[in-house]
């Protein structure tokens, strides 16, 4: 079964700081990896997504995830975080042979102080 | 246009009601999800349909029951409402195939059953 794990349950950073949320994942198979947002009151978003190809993925305002196939991880980066970046951060994993069946992680609560 | 669009977006109900959760989606995508999301922000997966077919059941009680008329749209009935059945639930749709755990979200649907 697939899992996923995120290490940051809670990140607080001030403006202009530099942002990493870590994520691993659990499956010895081929995956599609995706980082997800969801703001205050709002539904998820899909943030950037990794498939194939060059593992630095760039996304959506300025976000980038990096995929370590050796160490499982597909961590989330962004090098000056905005106050508008306060908002909850989910990673999901789904495995190419499980179609259909995304695993979320617990998700990260990022507050970015103004 | 709303590409999932759910309703109600609020639902407020006694203990021991039936409720349902209406859920469409117009991106013509095959596969169509229901997930639930507690107080604490965890997201798991419920239900998936492709093409009307129930492809994925997680552990739901069979209070939870789907139904799927088209593969435009996916509904959510339950029975018999109990207080841990509070929680935002939300329809998500795939296209499946190489995409295959792309997720596309609905506004969500809260539910608090007093």
């Known amino acids: 079964a697939q899992s996923v794990s995120q290490h940051n349950h809670h990140v607080i950073l001030s403006e202009a700081a530099s942002l990493e949320l870590g994520c691993n994942y659990s499956y010895g198979g081929t995956v599609n990896l995706f980082w997800y947002v969801q703001y205050p009151g709002q539904h998820l978003q899909l943030l950037l997504k990794?498939?194939?190809?060059?593992?630095l993925v760039k996304g959506i305002k300025g976000f980038e995830a990096e995929f370590i196939k050796s160490k499982f991880s597909f961590n989330l980066r962004k090098p000056s975080v905005q106050w508008s970046d306060t908002a909850e951060y989910f990673c999901?994993?789904?495995?190419?042979?499980?179609?259909?069946?995304?695993?979320f992680g617990d998700g990260t609560t990022l507050t970015v102080k103004p | 246009d709303t590409a999932v669009s759910q309703t109600p977006k609020y639902l407020v109900t006694q203990m021991g009601n039936d409720k349902s959760i209406k859920c469409e989606q117009n991106?013509?995508?095959?596969?169509m999800y229901w997930y639930k999301q507690d107080s604490k922000k965890f997201l798991k997966i419920m239900f998936s349909?492709?093409?009307?077919?129930?492809?994925i059941n997680e552990t739901v009680p069979n209070r939870f029951s789907p139904k799927s008329p088209d593969k435009a749209h996916l509904n959510l009935h339950i029975n018999s409402l109990e207080l841990g059945d509070s929680a935002v639930y939300f329809c998500a749709s795939s296209q499946g195939g190489a995409n295959t755990g792309e997720l596309f979200f609905g506004e969500g649907s809260r539910l608090t059953v007093l």
């Open positions: 991106l013509g995508h095959d596969t």
């Open positions: 349909y492709n093409n009307k077919e129930l492809i």
């Open positions: 990794y498939f194939s190809g060059d593992p």
């Open positions: 999901a994993v789904n495995a190419r042979s499980n179609a259909g069946k995304s695993t």
